[in-house]
Every structure is written in structure tokens, then in C-alpha cells.
């Protein structure tokens, strides 16, 4: 296998980048027109949830439950119950640390239909400090059995993971980004599951989610002008982890880099490195916040600050590999 051509990483301060938000809202608006079950529940969020248009078109199917996250979430399990398909909206943090319980009891545990619908995940609420950040959300709910946790990388992929799981018979996470994402070219088709393979390599491989699968393309780019030939893949689904992946870069380079916008602690890394040690062992560099409470900034200046940019993932490859950078 040979790197993709590089194209430079000074063509990424001119790519286009969109809101996965803006996908999502459009999404979820062409499926409440063609299906009335289709109902939004949020928490005093309509404007960062994207549920504006939604109020305006369809405002007897929205429930705003004001700011009481654990309410919310037992609203959804309630009108899934009624055969309606919730998509319950709020900031990933307070969603996902708030109703835990709720998640846990209601959704998860009762295999209720409900779309569970993190939104601005990661540090994308730099300003707003430690308690806006959402950088556990992947551990807390990765540990929850019968719970698809999936992390779209661009509008695109948005949504298609938006239609699956409105498709889907069961309970759902989708961590919605807020962060601008260019999109990837070639755009893989989103499949639960299964990680899409952006880049084929052979010396080291480069896995990502969300916000940070552009980093590693860029990344890749840079490695090959230094000779190396990058794998990135796409893990777009988290839980459940596409583990045949996982092993087939453990046996086809000589390790692996994980970066996401989350605590090292339980998230991607803690995920790919159970499957290598498991199936695999191999030499990884786990990138993201460092098990600490991340400061107040912005967001630009927190990713650069915890190493979760293009440069550190280059780097990382080439300790990873033995190289000086």
C-alpha cells in the first residue's frame, strides 16, 4: 500500500469548513417531513441545537423541557414509548453528565428508541470554561451496554448517521460537532461499525473521530512529504468499535496514533488500545486532554494547547516510529 499524494498542509487554511450542526438541523427537518413520528425534545436549547426551523415548521413536535436535563432525557424514553421517535437535543456535557442515570435506566437498559443528540462536544464551549467542556461523554457512555455511540466527521457523514439511526430500532448517541470540519474527499459512506479507511498506508496508522479525522488526513499529507506512508481511519462508531480494523493496522504498520477531543481516559485511545492489546499489541500514541480539567480558552487555543492538531499527530507517528521530527 502507498500514501495518497500530498497535497501540503498549507491547503488546510484555505479548505472550506462547515458546521455539523447546520446538517444535522437540515437533516432531521427532511426526516420530520416525511415521518410524523419524528419528534425533538431539548433543554432550553433551540438555538444551539439548531432547532429553530424545526420549532417554526413543526412546534406541536418539539418539547422544550426548559433546563432539566434528567427530565428530558425520561421525556424521550417516554414518547418512545409511544411509538414516536425522539431525538433529544442538548450541549453534549450537559446531556450526557446531568441525565447519566437516565441514560442508563431509561435508554440504554430499556432498549428504548431514542436518539440521544450531544451537541458542541469536545472544548467547542472554550470560553465557557471546565464545566462547558464535554471531554468525558465518550467514556461515560462507551461503558453503557446495548448503546451505539457514534461521532460523525463532516456534514456528510452527519447526516447520514442522522438517517441510520432514525432507521435504527434502538438507542442512540450521536456527538453532533460544532467545531468548522472541511469535507473529506473521498467521502466514505457511513456504516455502524465499521471504519471507514481514508488513507491507505503501511507504516503507521492514524485513527481519529469527529472533529479530528481532518487533522489526521492533513497529517498523513506531512508524513508523506517526509517519506512515510500514513493509514487514517475514520472510527466514526465507538461503541461498537470496529475491532477488525483495529487489528489490521496492528498487523499491517508498526502501531498506531489516536487523537480526539476527549480525556485520554476511556475514549478512542482507551477503546483502540483494548482491542491491541487484546487481539494485537503494538507500539500507541494516545492524543487528547491528558486526564486533567481543561482551562478556559478558546477552542483553537485548547487544541493547540493539549497536542490535538495536525503537527502533534505527525510528530507522534514519528516517535512512534523512531524518527526525529
Avoid at 464535554?134 to 448503546?147: G, K, N, P, Q, T
Wanted: aromatic residues 4%.
Amino acid at each position: 500500500m502507498t500514501a495518497a499524494p500530498a497535497s501540503g498542509p498549507a491547503e488546510a487554511t484555505t479548505t472550506p469548513t462547515h458546521d455539523c450542526r447546520v446538517a444535522f438541523a437540515a437533516t432531521l427537518l427532511d426526516l420530520a417531513a416525511a415521518d410524523p413520528r419524528v419528534v425533538a425534545v431539548c433543554n432550553d436549547s433551540v438555538g444551539s441545537s439548531g432547532l429553530g426551523e424545526f420549532a417554526a415548521r413543526h412546534p406541536d413536535r418539539l418539547v422544550n423541557v426548559g433546563i432539566a436535563e434528567q427530565a428530558m432525557v425520561g421525556v424521550g424514553a417516554g414518547l418512545a414509548g409511544g411509538g414516536r421517535i425522539p431525538f433529544v437535543c442538548a450541549a453534549s456535557p450537559f446531556l450526557t453528565g446531568r441525565a447519566l442515570e437516565q441514560i442508563k435506566a431509561d435508554v440504554a437498559y430499556s432498549r428504548a428508541n431514542v436518539k440521544l443528540c450531544g451537541m458542541s462536544p469536545g472544548l467547542a464551549y472554550g470560553a465557557l470554561g471546565p464545566t462547558h467542556h464535554s471531554i468525558e461523554d465518550l467514556a461515560w457512555l462507551r461503558a453503557l451496554a446495548d448503546l451505539t455511540v457514534v461521532v460523525p466527521a463532516d456534514p456528510a457523514e452527519t447526516a447520514e448517521a442522522v438517517r441510520w439511526a432514525h432507521a435504527h430500532d434502538g438507542p442512540v448517541f450521536l456527538r453532533v460537532g460544532r467545531t468548522p470540519v472541511p469535507a473529506l474527499t473521498p467521502h466514505v459512506p457511513f456504516a455502524p461499525g465499521r471504519a471507514a479507511v481514508l488513507r491507505r498506508g503501511e507504516d503507521v496508522t492514524l485513527v481519529g473521530v469527529g472533529t479530528t479525522v481532518s487533522l489526521l488526513t492533513e497529517a498523513a499529507d506531512r508524513l508523506a512529504l517526509r517519506g512515510v506512508s500514513a493509514r487514517v481511519l475514520n472510527m466514526s462508531t465507538v461503541s461498537p468499535l470496529d475491532e477488525r480494523a483495529v487489528r489490521e493496522a496492528a498487523e499491517d504498520t508498526r502501531g498506531i496514533v489516536t487523537v480526539e477531543e476527549h480525556t485520554v481516559r476511556g475514549g478512542l485511545g482507551g477503546a483502540v488500545a483494548e482491542a491491541v492489546v487484546t487481539h494485537r499489541p503494538v507500539p500507541m500514541r494516545i492524543l487528547g486532554v491528558p486526564g486533567v480539567f481543561a482551562p478556559t480558552g478558546d477552542p483553537r487555543f485548547l487544541r493547540e494547547h493539549f497536542r490535538i492538531t495536525a503537527a502533534a499527530a505527525e510528530r507522534a507517528a514519528l516517535d512512534l516510529l523512531g524518527r526525529a521530527p
